[in-house]
């Protein structure tokens, strides 16, 4: 089993900027990619960016150029810095870890931006 818990939600103006973390722990050998999904009010979950245990980065169209997903390996924690957000990014952030084929999630977290 994969423990996932994230951190750094919270309140924001538009314009401004928040840093998510999230934090694997338990049988975490064998992890192929770490990333962040959202859901905004009345809005499907959707991937926001992923990255492999390759190094390899994916993002949404909405966040290229404003959001960086990184990794540090020795504290198995992903981050998600996120830059000149905007109203439409508010939504509950989730992070989940993939290991094996099965994806581990976290509770997620509130990330509000006020215009």
């Known amino acids: 089993q994969v423990q996932v818990v994230e951190s750094g939600g919270g309140l924001v103006q538009a314009g401004g900027s928040l840093r998510l973390s999230c934090a694997a722990s338990g049988s975490i050998f064998s992890i192929n990619a770490m990333g962040w999904y959202r859901q905004g009010p009345g809005k499907q979950r959707e991937l926001v960016a992923t990255t492999t245990n390759v190094g390899n980065t994916n993002y949404a169209d909405s966040v290229k150029g404003r959001f960086t997903i990184s990794v540090d390996k020795a504290k198995n924690t992903v981050y998600l810095q996120m830059n000149s957000l905007k109203p439409e990014d508010t939504a509950v952030y989730y992070c989940?870890?993939?290991?094996?084929?099965?994806?581990?999630w976290g509770q997620g977290t509130q990330v509000t931006v006020s215009s």
């Open positions: 989940y870890v993939r290991k094996l084929l099965r994806d581990y």
